[in-house]
């Protein structure tokens, strides 16, 4: 009697594990259509964006931009890459989709630098461009999470007495979708 009893309990035991692991387990198409969902790297570095400090739109190609015109006799040049260190995944519209933030550094000849964040909506795996806001110039970022569909920012910007090249004020800035757009959360 105790080995059947040992016997039966052995069994369901096992039974139970089984029909737990198939319950949990997502089929391979549900785990498919998930990844095919994701915004990656790849797909935001080659998406379209506007460029809050260019004025326009951008069509990144393997995450860069560039257009020269001539003006004046003068060469012109205008460079807009993505950080590609600096990508941020999470729900910011409350869809349960990670979208994502990047962000968008750039440069038109000169010495400036100009850092802007963007917010890219997660439309079935393809980036579709919600927002930009613009950072600064040559300003650094320490990190961004998003936390609660709020993007934050720990940044270094020019203090009062700082030159450009050389920011030392230390600031954290909170943004939240409103709408169609990127709201700063004073």
Known sequence: MKKTTLLIT???????????????????KEREEEEEYKLTLEVLKNAEYYCEACMGWVKLQ?????E???ESGMLF??????AE????????????EEDAVVILVSNFGGSGVFVELAVMIND???????????????IIINSITIESSEIILDIV??????????????????YKISGNKLVEIK
């Open 10 to 28: 052995v069994l369901l035991l096992i039974s139970l594990v089984l029909v737990g692991a198939v319950c949990e387990k997502k089929s391979r």
């Open 62 to 66: 393997g995450g860069y931009y560039s």
């Open 68 to 70: 020269e015109r001539e």
């Open 77 to 82: 040049i205008r460079e807009t890459w993505i």
């Open 85 to 96: 260190d600096i990508v941020v995944y999470g729900d910011l519209n409350s869809d349960g």
């Open 124 to 138: 079935k795996g393809n980036p579709l461009y919600l927002d930009s806001e613009i950072l600064g110039d040559r």
């Open 157 to 174: 910007i020019q203090g009062p007495d700082d030159a450009l090249c050389c920011p030392t004020l230390e600031k954290i800035v909170r």
